[in-house]
Nanobody, 123 residues
Framework: QVQLVESGGGLVQAGGSLRLSCEAPGRTFSSYAMGWFRQAPDKEREFVAH????????NYADSVKGRFTISRDNAKNSMYLQMNSLKPEDTAVYFC????????????????WGQGTQVTVSS
């Protein structure tokens, strides 16, 4: 089973930026679509962004559209989430996932997951 590893989370002030990374040590996931989700305390895990296997097609939640950018580098076996103009409501644990089923916006449709990285945005 592919184990994904997220990194790049941290504490940032509102209006700041962070770049999250997702890697799969020792395995390749270049043939899979992938996504980012987040979960704030006492809330459901929610869709953030999706990217197809080649990187040629992306989709975003309305709440992050225009501020976040998902990308991937299959040669480096990595996926990224560039987060700009961060808001306190972006505070959550961010998860990367690979190989969705029919609905990429639903977290339990993905076959592989990472353990998450904490993003905290102070006001």
């Amino acid at each position: 089973q592919v184990q994904l590893v997220e990194s790049g989370g941290g504490l940032v002030q509102a209006g700041g930026s962070l770049r999250l990374s997702c890697e799969a040590p020792g395995r390749t996931f270049s043939s899979y679509a992938m996504g980012w989700f987040r979960q704030a305390p006492d809330k459901e895990r929610e869709f953030v962004a999706h990217i197809n296997w080649s990187g040629g097609r992306t989709n975003y939640a309305d709440s992050v559209k225009g501020r976040f950018t998902i990308s991937r580098d299959n040669a480096k076996n990595s996926m990224y989430l560039q987060m700009n103009s961060l808001k306190p409501e972006d505070t959550a644990v961010y998860f990367c996932a690979a190989k969705p089923g029919s609905n990429y916006r639903v977290f339990n449709n993905y076959e592989y997951w990472g353990q998450g990285t904490q993003v905290t945005v102070s006001s």
